[in-house]
C-alpha cells in the first residue's frame, strides 16, 4: 500500500527529471521515469516491493 507522501515524492521526482530535461521528454521514456520514481520512493518510505507484476500493470497503462 502506498502511503500519500511517497506518491507526492513519485510526482516531485517526475517534476525535477521533466524541468530539468534538455531535450523534450517523450511519452514513452516518461512512463520509464515514472515507474522508476515510484521505485525509488517506495525505496525511500521502505515500502516492500512485493513482485515486478505491479509495475508492469502500471507501465502497460497509456497516458494522453
Known sequence: ???HSCLWLCFSIVDMFVCLSKAPVMK???QVV???AL???AKVF???VRCEATYNFVKT????
Not at 497503462?61 to 494522453?64: H, S
Open 1 to 3: 500500500c502506498l502511503h
Open 28 to 30: 514513452d521514456s516518461l
Open 34 to 36: 515514472g515507474i522508476t
Open 39 to 41: 521505485f525509488l520512493a
Open 46 to 48: 521502505a515500502i516492500n
Open 61 to 64: 497503462l497509456t497516458f494522453f
